[in-house]
Each structure stands twice: as C-alpha cells, then as structure tokens.
C-alpha cells in the first residue's frame, strides 16, 4: 500500500482546471468553473491498490460517467476531500464459519469499502458521496420484518494485526467479540454497524475506524454492543478523519443477536 494521502484540501484555480481521484481504472473527477463544478463517476469493476491523485489525462470525459453540474453564485476556490465509512451497516461475511468456543474473548479485525467524500470550502457543501465499489444490497435479520437493509461484503476475518492486508480505499474495525455463554457462537456472517463509527488514519494513511465490543452472556434475545470511544493503543497513533454518519446514545447500540450475527 502507497503511502501517498488522497484526502485533505485541494485548491482549483479559475481556469477549468480539473482533479481526479482514481484507483486502476476507477476514476472520480472534479472541474471546477466560475460558477459551477463538474463531476464525472467512471466506474470500473476490477479493484486496486493504490489512489492516485492527478490531472485526469489519462480519462475520457464520456457524456454517460457525468453525474452532474453542481451550481454556485461562484465557486471557491477549494474543496476538501476525505474517505467517509458506509452509509448503513455492512454484513461480513468470513470464508469459513466461526466459531467462539464458551467463555473464550476473540478479536477479528473486518474490512469495509470506503466512500469518497467531497465538499466545497469552507461552506461544506456536499458536492460528491459515492463508494469506490459499491457492494451489493442484501436484508439481515430473522425475518422480512425483523431486520435491516445492509451492504454484503465477503472478507477474511482476520484474527492478528501482522495477517491483514490493507487498501487505501478499505478501513479496518477491530471487534472484540466475549462469548460469556454455556455454549459456542457460531458466526456465519456478523453485522458490522460502520455507519456508527469514526474513521482514523494511522501515520501510514492505512484506515481504521472505532473498536466494537460484544459480549454474549445469557439467554436474552437481546445483545449490547459497544462502541469504544477511545482507541486501541496498537493502532496509534491515529488522526481523526471523518465523524460518523448516525449517532448512538451513550455508544451503545442494543441489538437482536439474531440481527447481529448470521
């Protein structure tokens, strides 16, 4: 993984001058006019490694990837631009079943798409939101009733720091799952909830978002889910990049185990 930051502030001078955030041959534009911005989405299947950011030279602007002109009185001469997590939970989904034998602590370490944000500055208008590879829609829960609209995203499940394999356009969630129950939990698929999160960067610009603790300790339908307000000290030292999406109370969230684990 490069190095290179893909997220901060960019300035646009006035003379239609032109960014682009790519990864392959997936590419988001920025133009800027007088009194507008222009953005292209080109969308490619195969996915990379690293973001680079340039002029756009090697894209052509196609009429059906323009999603738009973006208009204002006139135009700042700036945006800022960062990676933001999924807009609503995302389902992992590990190669093999996992299973939590009773009173055994675990941590697995998730990967999740991210989303390219981009705003203008200072007035923070939103002028983009969009996933480098949107995963697919799939419904989790017991029932059509019981649940909830999630993204699907199989992922290896990674259970040591040094194991996991990290993109630019990717963050990582370290969950901390207790199983205090008699008997084994077996996880097919977990709900990861990275809407509720932040998202840090460490000094590698490698991503990671807040920790999440579960614990399953009785026979209650019901699950705690806690999201750690403050971060594991392997991970930093991190800087704060983006807020999440929802809010929670307290950074709890209660949660059916039948809606949380699969």
């Given at each position: 993984?490069?190095?290179?930051?893909?997220?901060?502030?960019?300035?646009?001078?006035?003379?239609?001058?032109?960014?682009?955030?790519?990864?392959?041959?997936?590419?988001?534009?920025?133009?800027?006019?007088?009194?507008?911005?222009?953005?292209?989405?080109?969308?490619?299947?195969?996915?990379?490694?690293?973001?680079?950011?340039s002029a756009g030279e090697n894209f052509a602007l196609e009429s059906d990837a323009d999603i738009g002109r973006f208009l204002e009185k006139a135009s700042s001469d700036k945006i800022k631009v960062f990676p933001k997590l999924a807009d609503r939970s995302v389902i992992a989904r590990p190669s093999s079943p996992l299973t939590i034998l009773a009173g055994e602590k675990v941590q697995l370490f998730?990967?999740?798409?991210?989303?390219?944000?981009?705003?203008?500055?200072?007035?923070?208008?939103?002028?983009?939101?969009?996933?480098?590879?949107?995963?697919?829609?799939?419904?989790?829960?017991?029932?059509?009733?019981?649940?909830?609209?999630?993204?699907?995203?199989?992922?290896?499940?990674?259970?040591?720091?040094?194991?996991?394999?990290?993109?630019?356009?990717?963050?990582?969630?370290?969950?901390?799952?207790?199983?205090?129950?008699?008997?084994?939990?077996?996880?097919?698929?977990?709900?990861?909830?990275?809407?509720?999160?932040?998202?840090?960067?460490?000094?590698?610009?490698?991503?990671?978002?807040?920790?999440?603790?579960?614990?399953?300790?009785?026979?209650?339908?019901?699950?705690?889910?806690?999201?750690?307000?403050?971060?594991?000290?392997?991970?930093?030292?991190?800087?704060?990049?983006?807020?999440?999406?929802?809010?929670?109370?307290?950074?709890?969230?209660?949660?059916?185990?039948?809606?949380?684990?699969?």
């Amino acid at each position: 993984m490069s190095n290179n930051i893909w997220w901060g502030e960019f300035t646009f001078d006035d003379s239609h001058e032109k960014k682009c955030w790519s990864v392959g041959q997936r590419a988001i534009l920025i133009k800027r006019k007088a009194t507008e911005w222009n953005i292209w989405n080109i969308e490619n299947k195969e996915e990379d490694q690293d973001i680079v950011v340039s002029a756009g030279e090697n894209f052509a602007l196609e009429s059906d990837a323009d999603i738009g002109r973006f208009l204002e009185k006139a135009s700042s001469d700036k945006i800022k631009v960062f990676p933001k997590l999924a807009d609503r939970s995302v389902i992992a989904r590990p190669s093999s079943p996992l299973t939590i034998l009773a009173g055994e602590k675990v941590q697995l370490f998730i990967s999740t798409p991210i989303w390219f944000y981009a705003e203008t500055f200072p007035s923070a208008k939103c002028l983009v939101d969009l996933p480098f590879w949107r995963p697919s829609d799939s419904w989790f829960g017991s029932s059509t009733i019981d649940g909830q609209l999630c993204y699907a995203k199989y992922t290896s499940a990674k259970t040591k720091l040094e194991e996991l394999d990290l993109h630019p356009h990717r963050a990582t969630t370290s969950i901390t799952v207790i199983n205090s129950h008699n008997k084994e939990l077996i996880i097919n698929r977990i709900n990861v909830p990275v809407n509720y999160l932040h998202l840090y960067s460490d000094d590698k610009n490698q991503l990671w978002t807040s920790g999440i603790t579960i614990e399953r300790n009785n026979e209650s339908a019901d699950i705690e889910l806690i999201i750690e307000r403050s971060v594991s000290v392997e991970f930093q030292p991190l800087t704060a990049i983006s807020s999440p999406r929802e809010t929670s109370e307290h950074g709890k969230l209660i949660r059916r185990i039948s809606n949380l684990f699969g």
